[in-house]
């Protein structure tokens, strides 16, 4: 079982931009496929961004696509989540996941898909 901690989120205006970033214990990092999630007040938990093992495999929700920027640094156990243009429904607490098993050929989309998971970072995106 590893151990996530989520950082980086905070207040910005639209259009702003953020990076969080999720620091994981352990020293099989690199062989876990990670991603972000995020949950507004009174909404299920859903899916923004998840990165293989392999940094190649990279997948987006639709909502996020061409803003937000999911990378790995396996020499720091770290993965980031870089949020641009930034818009009030982007409001959430944004939580970091990790798996051990191999994404399926569409990718993680599911809460279900990971089993590991951090405390939460809120971001707050101002109109």
């Known amino acids: 079982q590893v151990q996530l901690v989520e950082s980086g989120g905070g207040l910005v205006q639209t259009g702003g931009s953020l990076r969080l970033s999720c620091v994981v214990s352990g020293r099989t990092f690199s062989t876990y496929g990670m991603g972000w999630f995020r949950q507004a007040p009174g909404k299920e938990r859903e899916f923004a961004a998840a990165i293989g093992w392999n940094v190649r495999n990279v997948y987006y929700s639709d909502s996020v696509k061409g803003r937000f920027t999911i990378a790995r640094d396996n020499a720091n156990n770290t993965v980031y989540l870089q949020m641009n243009n930034l818009k009030p429904e982007d409001t959430a607490v944004y939580y970091c996941?990790?798996?051990?098993?191999?994404?399926?050929?569409?990718?993680?989309?599911?809460?279900?898909?990971?089993?590991?998971w951090g405390q939460g970072t809120q971001v707050t995106v101002s109109s």
């Open positions: 996941a990790a798996t051990k098993h191999p994404f399926g050929v569409i990718g993680p989309r599911s809460i279900n898909d990971f089993g590991s």
